[in-house]
């Protein structure tokens, strides 16, 4: 074996959603301007992002988070994904600074305050923490805009500039359960065949089930059908949009059970908070070996 690369991560939930945060690696950036090293992360290192992303290391579900310094922040946060997964997630935010204080690389500050430098700005982040241990991190996001609605779908651009169709529950799907998942696949691989068809833009399509007011079960398929495990701060922003109107809050739960809330925040109409709790599942050292007959990895949709 010959050990060219090496990479620590440390892997983390929210949600349901899993995060690789990568603390330490051979991903050189020359400079801190976030833009050009997303950029650079986007159009290199293919080879890198396979091993950690694919299987056998990874899967479709893995996100990847590059953690680094900041002239602007407490750190900078870039993000590598699969090739038709939304390209960030809020909830990285979440993983990352919670993560990052429990083993001990971001210095916990006395008023829990901490900033996070992305491609979309900077966002403040709010940890809770007794004894050691995250209880929660809270951060406020905006809600976006409509864009289209009519009787068969919503059309939702949020402030990432990501875009979502939401559709309401179909008569051939009794609810969004478990026992359903099959006709839940068969109807996600169908919506985003016929949207591709149209040459309509998305990066998302959310299924929702309204089970009280204010209050939601969907799924969110991602470009290639892929069904997000989490039920998405984007996607229940998403819903908050659909609804049109001033509303104080609104839950949305996915199929495996974990559940978001939203907050709108007093006297600031058209910003939600929202919180959670990262848990870290396990750390790894992966290892980029020139002999692996599979060095792209793989992936089984």
């Not at 402030?159 to 839940?184: A, D, M």
């Not at 396990?282 to 792209?296: R, W």
Request: with cysteine.
């Amino acid at each position: 074996m010959i050990l060219q690369k090496m990479f620590r991560t440390m892997d983390t939930q929210v949600f349901g959603e899993a995060y690789r945060i990568i603390v330490h690696s051979p991903f050189y950036f020359e400079g801190l301007d976030i833009q050009s090293n997303q950029k650079k992360l986007e159009s290199h290192f293919e080879a890198e992002k396979n091993l950690l992303l694919n299987e056998p290391r990874g899967h479709r579900g893995m996100n990847g988070c590059i953690v680094g310094p900041s002239a602007a922040a407490d750190y900078q946060l870039l993000f590598l994904h699969h090739q038709q997964a939304i390209d960030f997630k809020y909830e990285a935010l979440l993983a990352t600074t919670g993560g990052l204080l429990e083993i001990g690389h971001l210095q916990q500050k006395n008023d829990g305050q901490y900033t996070v430098e992305t491609v979309h700005g900077i966002w403040h982040v709010k940890v809770s923490v007794e004894q050691q241990e995250v209880t929660a991190v809270k951060m406020e996001v905006a809600e976006g805009k409509m864009l289209e609605s009519d009787s068969e779908a919503s059309y939702v651009e949020l402030p990432s500039g990501h875009r979502f169709y939401v559709y309401p529950l179909p008569t051939i799907i009794e609810s969004l359960q478990l026992g359903q998942l099959s006709e839940i696949m068969e109807w996600g691989a169908v919506k985003v065949k016929e949207l591709k068809s149209q040459r309509k833009a998305f990066d998302g399509i959310i299924l929702q089930e309204q089970l009280a007011d204010h209050e939601y079960r969907s799924v969110t398929f991602e470009q290639d059908g892929y069904i997000l495990r989490s039920p998405g701060i984007e996607s229940t922003i998403a819903l908050a949009v659909k609804e049109q109107r001033t509303i104080k809050s609104l839950s949305n739960q996915s199929i495996f059970e974990s559940k978001i809330e939203v907050q709108s925040v007093p006297g600031d109409r058209g910003i939600f908070s929202v919180e959670g709790v990262p848990y870290i599942t396990g750390s790894h050292e992966f290892i980029l070996d020139p002999e692996d007959p599979l060095p792209k990895g793989f992936i089984l949709a």
